[in-house]
């Protein structure tokens, strides 16, 4: 047994989530830089380390999630979002049920936020964003985000829910009010139900084919019939028909 593999068994008894799932070039690669970075020679030395010592626990998970996110990322989908999506989903319920799932920073639930501001009251918005790093959903929590990931933000809404610091611009209370933070491992953990719509962006690359099969098929489980799950560029769904969607748009998908 490589010191890899057992190292996936010893983190998968301790934490609960299961290494096999992701590709294992680009996880192995990502995690022997952070050992090597913090002075071990190897896996098992590293679980050892990880162990004994919380906030290396915390950095590992941190690492091993993959946080780049950004608003309004790749802006044209949005559009698609806000002209049609939305208002076929508003047309059969005024209050939609909805799940930013791997949220990482929170650009993404916020974003989502923003958007349905323009059809429906804030106060009739309310967004569940999950992700499986607690650092980074502190950080989402806080609310406040550079410059650079603000590129794709129209201005209109700049001006209308950030209020700018400096360097910074910081989310404005209203927005964060509709959104809520949990922690979720979504190849272990129980999903919800009657999603209106879920949005689960530019992880699913990281994950293997089984992994990708078991995702999807929990997210057409917890979409109601009609409800729809928007995705990554990269990662387009050549069978939706296996898990029970239909093509609505590029990258998002209804649930038959």
Known sequence: MSDYTDFITKIK??????????????????????????GYRNFSDYYLAIHNDQQLLEEFLDRMTIN????????QRWDVLEKKIF???????????????????????YSLAMVL???????DISILATDLDVGVLERAKVGLYSERSLKEVPKKVLDQYFVNE????????EIKKTVQFKQQNLLNDKYGADYDLIVCRNVMIYFTEEAKDQIYTNFSKALRPGGILFVGSTEQIFNPAKYGFESEETFFYRKL
């Not at 590709?23 to 952070?34: H, I, Y």
């Not at 780049?68 to 802006?75: A, C, H, I, K, Q």
């Not at 501001?117 to 106060?123: F, N």
């Not at 400096?166 to 209370?173: F, P, T």
Request: hydrophobic share 30%; aromatic share 8%; proline share 4%.
């Open 117 to 123: 501001s323009s059809h429906v009251p804030l106060r």
């Open 13 to 38: 008894n301790k934490t609960g989530i299961d290494l096999s799932l992701y590709k294992e070039a680009q996880m192995k690669r990502r995690l022997t830089s952070l050992y090597e970075k913090r």
């Open 166 to 173: 400096g360097q910074h611009y910081q989310v404005k209370d």
């Open 68 to 75: 780049v996110s950004e608003f309004y990322r790749n802006s």
């Open 87 to 109: 208002p076929m989903l508003l047309s059969n319920n005024r209050k939609l049920k909805i799940w930013s799932a791997a949220c990482s920073t929170g650009e993404e639930p």
